[in-house]
């Protein structure tokens, strides 16, 4: 198994451009996780979608930042406008099944710089 | 609301001595507690968790962790340590909660053995 996928690996973007990281869950998982690690904040869950719905997006940070999952095997999030606070490294992970008690497989990261 | 502590930033540990990184819990209701590990330039990967039953947990690369209840603790402990154990250890709680389930992780505790 290929594991989770993301890309790019590594993004930097100039203040005010848009930025779609992607993420390419593992075959057969149901709940899917978009997580921001700085280390002023530490690791933040943004948004988790099961079976492709958004579950619970209150940790999005403003209006600037969206998130879609149009199938089983896709999920995207973009930031728009992006700004330099939003610099982090960007996870996805993914989970077989849609309760807590499954462990999250994460992927490498998008390692976003914002200048 | 559901909290979790890790009381040290920082532990270093001579090569082949037991280690121990701590981990406390604050939920309403019975936890689902989770190790992950994270090693540079990577994502998380999944360790251990606890679920229900013994309170005894093993998981993987030789680690366990034991769930008490009374202290509301789930330290991650190694009986002998190694090079490659040194990592970045991050513990996680979360409930169950039907219809919106979400881990809460800790800030991280930096493991080093010193060879």
């Known amino acids: 198994d290929a594991g989770v996928i993301q890309s790019p690996r590594h993004e930097v973007t100039e203040m005010g451009q848009e930025v779609t990281l992607r993420c390419k869950p593992i075959s057969g998982h149901n709940s899917l996780f978009w997580y921001r690690q700085t280390m002023m904040r530490g690791l933040e869950l943004l948004i988790y979608?099961?079976?492709?719905?958004?579950?619970?997006d209150s940790g999005m940070p403003e209006d600037r930042f969206s998130a879609k999952m149009p199938n089983a095997s896709f999920s995207t999030l973009k930031i728009q406008p992006s700004e330099p606070r939003d610099s982090a490294v960007y996870f996805c992970a993914s989970s077989f099944g849609t309760t807590v008690s499954y462990e999250q497989y994460f992927g490498p990261g998008t390692r976003l710089t914002v200048t | 609301a559901q909290s979790v502590a890790q009381p040290e930033d920082q532990v270093n540990v001579a090569e082949g001595n037991p280690l121990t990184v701590k981990c406390t819990y604050s939920?309403?209701?019975?936890?689902?507690l989770f190790w992950y590990v994270q090693y540079p330039n990577r994502g998380l990967q999944f360790l251990l968790k606890y679920i229900t039953g013994d309170n005894l947990v093993k998981g993987s690369y030789g680690f366990e962790a034991e769930f008490n209840k009374s202290q509301t603790s789930f330290h991650l402990k190694k009986p002998s340590a190694l090079v490659s154990d040194s990592a970045l250890y991050f513990c996680?709680?979360?409930?169950?909660?039907?219809?919106?389930?979400?881990?809460?992780f800790g800030t991280g505790t930096r493991l080093t053995i010193i060879p």
């Open positions: 996680a709680v979360g409930i169950s909660n039907f219809g919106n389930e979400k881990l809460t």
């Open positions: 939920v309403s209701g019975n936890p689902y």
């Open positions: 979608f099961n079976n492709n719905v958004p579950i619970d």
